[in-house]
Structure formats: structure tokens, C-alpha cells
């Protein structure tokens, strides 16, 4: 635990919502080139958040504002672990409960659209969770350890020891990131059959809170994504991860949505058949 | 010494006081103060043996013969108060008259054998034993506090059910009496005096209403029981007649390691798979639900089925490195995975309660056959955290259902708006129950650890941890959806605001509290109560000595977290931000605020919406069956691969 | 500045129109004109919309909706009628079951006019809403140092 890694936790804290806000930024540009428009500013999340703090709240119970700060106190915890080189499987815990405060908020206001979305965000959760913890079980068993600082510091082999797991990963990316096709809980465009899913009867700071700890997110994504790649070195690690991060993207705007069941059957397959046999023949691979 | 023979005697006269009170009023002070009288003193032993080293004892060998005696009759009675009780079998019930002639036959033939081995410590203590002491004198007296309410509510609601209360405290003290019994006896065949007195106990506190389903009930949990209870019986056989190890001893039989000691370490362990209700013994469990809410939180929380992980975790050094400790290991998983998946199911409260028992109890058992440091101190820890949020979670739905007349999820809805005070403590307990920063999880970490670091055979930690994985997406899927219901904003506010009657109250905010205290405090009760005890197994050269600790800032972190939780809402409720109010978004076709819509043709409709029970897609009835079918032969594989 | 002009989202509402002029707004997004650029967003959600957009005449039927979503979307907010209907009820002001325009129910800032209002049209009038918007933030800025929210 030296300076630059409490530096690079607590540049996590001020400069990762940043880092978030230009990566939904350059995903909604990405999207617009791809339907041949030319799309918004690249700042316009940012614009949009603090578009939402000059709005006022309107609430259904005044304890939604309560559970959605505990999904952004939660997900800066999360995050704070990773860049502080700290415990892989301590913050996918703590992504866990920041999902499972979001579902609160959402639930708590009881209206039909966020009861729908919440459930189907907890429904995604269970497809992605066992996938999830994988991961860290992975990176434990090539670098002997759970703590983020020993796996960056681990053997560039790993990428190669561990592609199930990356496979894997990536396809639970997808849902994380609620990308078709599996945007089920809450989708980019309101004008749909589900409203807005999730975030249906958040709005003004409440939105907002809601997006900045997207933005965590987007950048806690991006580490895990990095850390794969990391032995390698900051100049090949980090492009790589950034096409891994926006072929989501691609993702996204070729695939049409999924139902919650097929969701979580594709995704327990993948996690079985990726994840699961990678980590069975690790110990043959090294 | 004297600390044990308190515990033990005290229980079982305060039991016979209770019994005798002469009227409700003297009845009710005499529960309350013989359980808080428990209760004070396993925390004062708690105290005077914290942190300090197994400490066994000896008797003079006068009052060891008179004791053996003593068990020895006592042994004979229990089995004609069973066979007593068998008057009211069904044909079909044919075989637990003959398990309970089987055993006794066993355990005398055993008694009575020319050559039996001496017995030097008929009793010890060590942390672990302190550790579940205070589960057993602490929760189960909340427990018995608890019930002293809700059975005069029980018995107001129910008029058919016969008012037996006195001989309903009565067989709570003589369970927390014999369960401070198991823990603490090093005699095995006095442990296993204790181990049937509680069968005896559950089988006659889950019949209590004396309907036919809760006598059938009853007589299936009695039936799996003598099931362990003549497979323990078996061990005991083994070790007096058996080739080999030649000990009544406990600790002797630990010590022998898993080259001598396998075999009746095996037999046990079916046992305490039978009392813990693991697959394929796991339906008693099940139909304990239809026993008063105190029975089953006392059988889910801090007795029986903690009575069965107790010894498994205590016999886990035999298991360490072996075939049998990892398909004893896959037992726990496979119960572990159905029964969390099946949770997903249910509506009833208390059916999910008694699944989540289920699965958890089979992740200790997980822990328990790997038997390294690490695993050990993850069993042992999940088995406080389950206690206490389980016993608060049996109670609190208890409370609810005596206050809002249902137990059915779906009508929790809207609890925190309705009952703050009840909705605050059950959200603890669930949090407890599955969420960082609580035990639960902690304990998760370090068996995901311990699994990985496993060396049975090739893939084997992997095996366990996958199915670890597995098994806790639903878990987390089945809690935030209740916890969910708990949160939402009533689209109505339906009318009632009875209080929470005092003696319950009392035993839910201790709960709370010490639910909260647990896992504030985990360090201080790693370095108490688990520590001590798996580095004395190490030093005996039982385990591997590793040090299973976790690292100083996952601990600075988790308190961060913990102290997150407790904060923000406190800062919440000191300075609440005053946003105006609005229905809940309906399309726009509100008629009443979030209450109802204006549907097709103007017709007012009511919004309704449940939550996901997923019986499409998890089938409980064949889940259930795949899973005992899987763990069946898990145990026959396991029995049989040990005895050839 | 206010973010409001960089980030304006909108919430449609068809209130029994001939669907015309809906299908005119919709094209306001496709990518010939693009309205994203300039960080606009159909919402279909009144608690996250600053815009509310509304076309058609009111009748019974869709009197209460255009009051609950308006009443469920957030200040500062304006409100655009597009459409000759919208304005007035158009050529069904005079038939028995049209109360008339939008203004009839909730109060409407800007009044689009066309049948079918043109894309071009529309987007000129989100502009005009957009200043308008400007100036209610202002206004609700101070409000709220009078009376902290």
C-alpha cells in the first residue's frame, strides 16, 4: 500500500465518474455513427447530469433517494478497491450490493414499470453473478491471489491461461453494461413497453445520482478489463481494453432484445462452458 | 466445571419450574428469568474462558460411575418414552419403532461390552464450545423470551390446539439443556444421550398442535433422526468392538486423525448430515414449519440443526485430505445449490426461511469436510452469523404474521411504511443473512479461499467453489426480493398499528443488535473464539497451520462499508431532503394516486404486481428429487467407499 | 448558463391525433434530422422530461393523462402543442366529444402549427421552448434561495 496507489484510488474517487461520463459519452457517438447519424457532444452526458441538478426531485417515497445513495456509496467502494490494488472478490461484493440497493430504489417507488424492471435487474444479476466470481477465482488461481496489485503484477501469460474466464467476462459485460441483448431491465430508449425499467420513477438529482454511479461503473468495467491485460503494459493493455469495451457497442446495435429466461440460460451456459472448463484445465495449462 | 454442570442442571430444573408454575402470570416471570438467568450465565463462562486454550476435565471415578449409570438408565428410558410415543404411528411408520430398538440394542450391547474403554475427560471446554454456548444460551433464551408472548397470541388464534404450555417450556429448557450437553460432552456416549434427548425434544415441539400433518411431521423428523441416530450409535459399536481405534473419547477420536479415525468419524458425520438436515434427510425441516414460530426458529437458529454442523465442524480434522471429507464436502453442495434455487420458489416466509437454513447449513457442511484452517474458520463463523439473523429473521416473521395475519411474502408489502420498527430488523436480518459486509459474506470469502487451496484430487476445490458460485446467485435473488416487498411504498396505507407485544420486542431488538454487534465485531470474535481453536488443532498437527486470516484493509474496508450502512441512514434521518411527492408513473392514467388506472372503457382497475417465483423454470418437486437422489448416493458412496 | 438547452428531453403525448403529426415528430429523430445532436432525448417518461409534446386535440378521454403526466413531470417544464389539433382542436374543434386544444387542460408555451407540422417546424419550436425553459430556471433558482427545496 504505497503513495501512487492511494493516489490512483483516491483519482479513482474525484476523476472516475469523468473518465465514465466520456466512455457513455463516446458510446452514444459510437451508436449515432452507426445508425449514420452524427450524435450528441461528447460531454453530453455530462451535460445531461447537470442538466438533472437544475431540475426538481420529484419522489414517490423519500427513502428512494436514501437507497440510491447507498448504490453510489457502494459502487465508489467498489471501485476505491480495485484502483487501491485491493481485494478482486471484496469488490465484486461490493458491486453486488450496490446492484442490490439500485433494485431497492426501484422497487420501494412500486410502480408497475420499476417493479418490472427491478425484478428483471435482480434476474439478470443471478445470470451474472456466478460469472462474475469466477473471474476473481481465475486471476487467484494464475496469480495465487485475490489482491488486484499481485495480478497486475502477475505473468503476461495470463490473458492466455484465463480467455474462458475473458469469454466469459465478456459476455456478462454485456448485461452489466444493460446492452442488447439483454437491456431488459431498463432500456436507453424510453419509448418503449417497459418505460424506463429501473430508473421509470427516479428523477432530478435522483436521476442524477443514478447516472454518476453509471459513470463508476463504466470505469470499474474498464479496470476489470484491464486487469486481464495488464502484465502486458499500459500501451498494449489499455487499447485492448478499450475495443473489448466498445465492441459492446457493436454488440449492442446488432442484437435485438432477449427474454429474462433465455438471458439466463445463455448466460449460466457460457459461464458453465467458458468459465467453468477454463478453470478446470488451469491447473493443466500452467 | 462447576459453569458446565450450572448450564446443564440449571436448564433442566428451570424446565420443571416452569413446568410446575402454578398459574400463567408465574409461569411467564419463571421463563423469563430462567432464560435470562442462561443466558447471563453462558456469556459470564463466555468470559471466563475467553480466548484461552481447550481445557478438559476430569470426575473422581465414584461420580463417573454413578453418572454412566445414570445415562446408562436415562439412555433406556428416552428409548420407552419413543417406543411410548410410536402408539400413535401409521403403517407406513413401521421402521422408527425398529430404529429406536436397533440403537438402543446398539448403544447397550456397547455399554456392556467385557472390554470398554476407559474415559479420562468426560467433559471439556474449548473456544468453539464457548462460541456455540453463548448461540445456544443467548439466542436460545431470546427465543424462549420470545415465545412467552406469542404462544398466548398462538393459542388465542388456534382454538382447536390443546393448551399444553406448561409441557411446551418444559421440552424448550430440556433442548437448550441437552444442546449445552452436546457441546459440552467429551463422553460419547453421553454426547449421545444429549443427541437423542433433543430428537426426542424437536420430534415432540414440531407435533405440538396435534393436528395429523404436525404429528406426521413430526414422526418423519423423529424417523430421519434415529436414521443419524443409529448410524452414531454404529460408531460408537465401532469404536468398542472395531478393529483399531479404541476410545469413548471425543477428543481421542479427533486426535486419531483420518488414517484411524475415518471410519466412525463417517458414521457420525451421516448423523449430524441427518440432524442439520442436509439432502437426502432434509424434508424434516421442511415440515417442522407447521410447529409454533419459537420451535422453528429455535430449530433453525440455535439448536438441532446447529447441533449436527457442531460436530461435523468438530470431527472436520478427521476429514481433512480424505475422499470421504470431499464427497462430505459435496454433500453441503449439492443441498446447498438445490435448496437455494428452490428458495426462489417459495411465497411462504417461513418456507424460505427453512430453505435458506437448508442451504446454508449445507455450505457449513461444504466447509466442514475440507477441515483446513481456513474452512474451519469459515464454518465457524457462518454458523454464529446464521444463528443470530436466522433466529431474528424466524422471530420477526413470527411477530409479523401475529401482527398483518399473514406469512405470505406478497402481503409483507409495504412493511417499512406500515411497521417501521419490525421492517428496520428484518432488513438487518436479511442484510445478515446474505449481503456484504455482513458475516455471511465474509465467510463466503474465506471458503472460496479455502476451497481453491484444496488437494483432494485434481479440480476438486474448483468443484466446490463453482457450485459456491452457483449457489449464491438465487440466494441473492430470493432475499432482494423480499427485501424488496419490504421497501416498496404501499399503494395503500391498510389500517392497524398494534404494538409489538414487550417480551417480543425484547427478544427482536437484542437480536438485532447482536446481529449488528456480530458483524461489527467479527475481528474481535475470529481472535476469540475461532482462532484459539483451529490453532490448537494445529498445533496437535491435525490441520495444516496456516494463518486464515484476512488482511488488515479488507477489514478497514468491510468496517467502512458497515459504517456506511449504518450512516447514511442516519444522516438521512437527521437531515431528510424534502422533495415534493408524486404518484408513481402509470402511463399517465392515475386515478387514485398510485392505487389504481383507468383501464379499457373508463373501468377503474387496481394495480397489482407480485413478484418473480420463477416455478416455470425451477421446478421444486423435481429439483428436490435430483437432489436427493444426488446426495443419497453421495452418502452411500461415501459410507461405502470408507467401509471397504 | 443553464444545462437545460444542452440536455432538453422530451416527452410526446399523442392526444387522440390523426397520428401525422406523431409521425413528423418521430422523423425529428431519425438520422436525416438527427435531434440528438443537440442532446434531445424522447424520453416517453414525464418524471425524466424537461419538454412535454403534445399532439392531438383533448377529449374526455385523454383529458386526466395530459394533467397526470403533466403534473408528474418535474420543474422547470414547458409544454409544446404541435399540430393544427393541438392548437385548437382543428377541423375536429366542433365535434361533440373535443374540448379543443391543448390549452384547454394544462397551460402551453409554445404552439407549433401545421397539419402535419413539418420536422423543420417542430424543431424550430423546441427552440423557442428551450429560451423559455432557460428563463423558468432562472426563476425556480430563486424561488429556491427564498424557500431552500
Known amino acids: ?264 440460460k445463455a448466460s449460466w451456459l457460457v459461464t458453465i462452458v467458458f468459465g467453468v472448463t477454463n478453470l478446470m484445465l488451469l491447473p493443466l495449462m500452467t | ?91 407406513r411408520e413401521w421402521y422408527i419403532p425398529v430404529l429406536v430398538v436397533l440403537q438402543t440394542g446398539l448403544m447397550l450391547s456397547a455399554e456392556f461390552a467385557e472390554v470398554t474403554p476407559e474415559v479420562a475427560h468426560p467433559f471439556y471446554i474449548d473456544s468453539f464450545t464457548v462460541l456455540m454456548t453463548l448461540i445456544v444460551g443467548v439466542v436460545g433464551g431470546l427465543i424462549c423470551i420470545h415465545a412467552i408472548r406469542y404462544m398466548q397470541d398462538y393459542h388465542a388464534h388456534e382454538k382447536t390446539v390443546p393448551n399444553r404450555q406448561a409441557a411446551f417450556y418444559f421440552m424448550l429448557f430440556l433442548f437448550l439443556a441437552s444442546m449445552f450437553g452436546i457441546v459440552f460432552s467429551n463422553h460419547l456416549l453421553w454426547l449421545f444421550f444429549f443427541w437423542e434427548v433433543t430428537t426426542l425434544c424437536s420430534f415432540w415441539l414440531i407435533a405440538y398442535s396435534g393436528t395429523d400433518e404436525a404429528v406426521r411431521n413430526g414422526f418423519r423428523a423423529l424417523g430421519l433422526n434415529l436414521i443419524g441416530g443409529v448410524s452414531f450409535a454404529a460408531a460408537i459399536a465401532w469404536l468398542t468392538f472395531g478393529p483399531g481405534l479404541h476410545t469413548w473419547e471425543l477428543d481421542q477420536l479427533i486426535a486419531a486423525g483420518s488414517a484411524m479415525a475415518l471410519i466412525p468419524a463417517v458414521l457420525i458425520a451421516v448423523a449430524g448430515l441427518a440432524k442439520s438436515a442436509q439432502l437426502p434427510f432434509s424434508s424434516w425441516l421442511l415440515g417442522a414449519m407447521v410447529a409454533p ?61 427453512a430453505y435458506s437454513t437448508i442451504a446454508n447449513l449445507g455450505l457449513i457442511v461444504m466447509c466442514a469436510g475440507v477441515g483446513t484452517a481456513g474452512a474451519m474458520w469459515a464454518a465457524i463463523l457462518l454458523i454464529l452469523f446464521h444463528a443470530v439473523a436466522k433466529a431474528l429473521m424466524f422471530l420477526a416473521v413470527g411477530t409479523t404474521e401475529h401482527l398483518i395475519g399473514s406469512r405470505d411474502i406478497e402481503d409483507m408489502e409495504g412493511l417499512v411504511y406500515r411497521r417501521p420498527a419490525m421492517a428496520a430488523m428484518m432488513l438487518v436480518g436479511i442484510l445478515g443473512m446474505f449481503l456484504a459486509p455482513f458475516g455471511m459474506l465474509l465467510s463466503k470469502y474465506t471458503s472460496f479461499q479455502a476451497f481453491l487451496s484444496m488437494d483432494v484430487m485434481l479440480g476438486d476445490g474448483l468443484m466446490l467453489a463453482t457450485i459456491l458460485a452457483f449457489g449464491s446467485a438465487p440466494t441473492l435473488f430470493f432475499w432482494s426480493k423480499w427485501m424488496g416487498k419490504l421497501v416498496a411504498m404501499p399503494r395503500r396505507l391498510p389500517p392497524g398499528t398494534d404494538p409489538i407485544p414487550r417480551d417480543e420486542a425484547i427478544a427482536l431488538v437484542s437480536l438485532t443488535l447482536i446481529t449488528y454487534v456480530a458483524c461489527a465485531l467479527f475481528p474481535l470474535a475470529d481472535k476469540v473464539f475461532v482462532i484459539p481453536y483451529t490453532d490448537y488443532l494445529g498445533a496437535l ?29 442516519l444522516a438521512f434521518w437527521l437531515r431528510p431532503p424534502r422533495h415534493a411527492e408524486v404518484s408513481g408513473y402509470l402511463s399517465g392514467a392515475n386515478v387514485s394516486g398510485s392505487a389504481s388506472y383507468r383501464g379499457a372503457m373508463g373501468v377503474e382497475r387496481v394495480v397489482e404486481s407480485r413478484g418473480y417465483y420463477l416455478s416455470g423454470f425451477i421446478r421444486e418437486d423435481i429439483m428436490m428429487r435430483y437432489g436427493m437422489l444426488g446426495a443419497g448416493v453421495l452418502i452411500v458412496v461415501m459410507v461405502g467407499g470408507v467401509a471397504l | 448558463m443553464s444545462f437545460l438547452k444542452k440536455s432538453p428531453w422530451v416527452l410526446h403525448y399523442a392526444a387522440t391525433s390523426c397520428n401525422g403529426c406523431d409521425i413528423e415528430l418521430l422523423a425529428c429523430l431519425t438520422p436525416t434530422y438527427d435531434v440528438e445532436r443537440f442532446g434531445i ?109
Open chain 2, 1 to 91: 466445571m462447576y459453569s458446565i454442570s450450572f448450564l446443564i442442571g440449571f436448564s433442566l430444573l428451570a424446565g420443571f419450574a416452569v413446568a410446575a408454575s402454578p398459574d400463567v402470570e408465574t409461569r411467564s416471570r419463571r421463563v423469563r428469568l430462567s432464560a435470562s438467568v442462561i443466558a447471563l450465565a453462558s456469556v459470564l463462562l463466555a468470559l471466563f474462558h475467553l480466548a484461552s486454550g481447550p481445557e478438559f476435565f476430569a470426575l473422581s471415578p465414584g461420580v463417573l460411575h454413578v453418572l454412566d449409570w445414570m445415562f446408562t438408565i436415562g439412555g433406556v428410558g428416552l428409548a420407552l418414552v419413543l417406543l411410548y410415543f410410536c402408539r400413535r404411528i401409521v403403517a
Open chain 2, 541 to 569: 498437527g491435525l490441520i495444516p497451520v496456516v494463518a486464515a486470516s484476512i488482511p488488515w484493509d479488507n477489514i478497514a474496508i468491510m468496517s467502512l462499508m458497515l459504517a456506511g450502512l449504518f450512516l447514511m441512514p
Open chain 1, 1 to 264: 500500500m504505497n503513495t501512487p496507489t492511494w493516489l490512483l484510488a483516491f483519482g479513482f474517487i474525484l476523476l472516475g465518474p469523468l473518465v465514465g461520463a466520456l466512455l457513455a459519452g463516446l458510446d452514444r457517438r459510437l451508436t449515432a455513427r452507426m445508425q449514420s447519424r452524427q450524435g450528441p457532444p461528447l460531454l453530453q452526458p455530462i451535460y445531461d447530469v447537470l442538466k438533472l441538478f437544475e431540475k426538481d426531485t420529484l419522489v414517490v417515497t423519500g427513502l428512494q433517494t436514501l437507497y440510491l445513495w447507498g448504490f453510489l456509496f457502494f459502487m465508489v467502494v467498489s471501485g476505491f478497491i480495485i484502483f487501491l490494488g485491493g481485494d478482486l472478490l471484496l469488490s465484486v461484493f461490493a458491486l453486488t450490493v450496490s446492484g442490490i440497493f439500485l433494485c431497492l430504489a426501484a422497487y420501494s417507488t412500486n410502480s408497475p414499470y420499476s417493479n418490472v424492471g427491478s425484478s428483471r435487474e435482480l434476474m439478470l444479476m443471478m445470470a451474472y453473478e456466478p460469472m462474475l466470481i469466477l473471474v476473481p477465482l481465475g486471476f487467484y488461481l494464475v496469480a495465487d491471489s485475490f489482491r488486484v496489485s499481485d495480478i497486475v503484477a502477475g505473468s503476461p501469460w495470463q490473458v492466455l491461461q484465463l480467455s474462458g474466464i475473458l469469454i466469459g467476462f465478456l459476455f456478462v459485460l454485456t448485461i452489466k453494461l444493460r446492452k442488447s441483448p439483454f437491456d431488459l431491465s431498463s432500456s436507453h430508449h424510453g419509448h418503449q413497453e417497459l418505460v424506463k425499467g429501473i430508473t421509470t420513477d427516479f428523477s432530478g438529482s435522483d436521476l442524477a445520482l443514478v447516472e454518476i454511479a453509471h459513470w463508476y461503473e463504466n470505469t470499474i468495467l474498464l479496470a476489470w478489463l484491464y486487469l486481464f491485460f495488464a502484465p502486458l503494459g499500459l500501451a498494449v493493455a489499455l487499447p485492448l481494453a478499450f475495443v473489448l469495451f466498445f465492441a459492446e457497442v457493436l454488440v449492442d446495435n446488432t442484437h435485438a432484445r432477449l427474454k429474462w429466461s433465455s438471458t439466463l
Open chain 3, 41 to 149: 432525448v424522447n424520453t416517453g417518461n414525464p418524471k425524466h422530461a424537461d419538454i412535454f409534446l403534445v399532439t392531438g386535440s383533448v377529449n374526455e378521454e385523454s383529458r386526466k393523462v395530459v394533467e397526470n403526466l403533466y403534473a408528474q413531470m418535474p420543474d422547470p417544464k414547458v409544454v409544446v402543442a404541435i399540430g393544427a389539433c393541438a392548437l385548437s382542436g382543428g377541423i375536429f374543434r366542433d365535434a361533440y366529444n373535443v374540448y379543443g386544444g391543448i390549452d384547454k387542460v394544462i397551460p402551453v408555451d409554445v404552439y407549433v402549427p401545421g397539419c402535419a407540422a413539418r420536422p423543420e417546424s417542430i424543431i424550430d419550436g423546441i427552440v423557442k421552448a428551450l429560451d423559455i425553459l432557460e428563463e423558468r430556471a432562472k426563476e425556480r433558482k430563486r424561488q429556491r434561495k427564498v424557500v431552500p427545496a
Open chain 2, 293 to 353: 414460530t419459537p420451535v422453528s426458529a429455535l430449530l433453525h437458529s440455535s439448536t438441532m440443526v446447529k447441533a449436527g454442523v457442531f460436530l461435523l465442524v468438530k470431527l472436520s480434522p478427521v476429514f481433512y485430505d480424505t475422499y470421504a471429507g470431499l464427497l462430505l464436502s459435496l454433500i453441503g453442495g449439492v443441498t446447498f445449490l438445490v435448496t437455494s434455487l428452490v428458495a426462489v420458489n417459495q411465497r411462504n416466509a417461513k418456507l424460505v426461511l
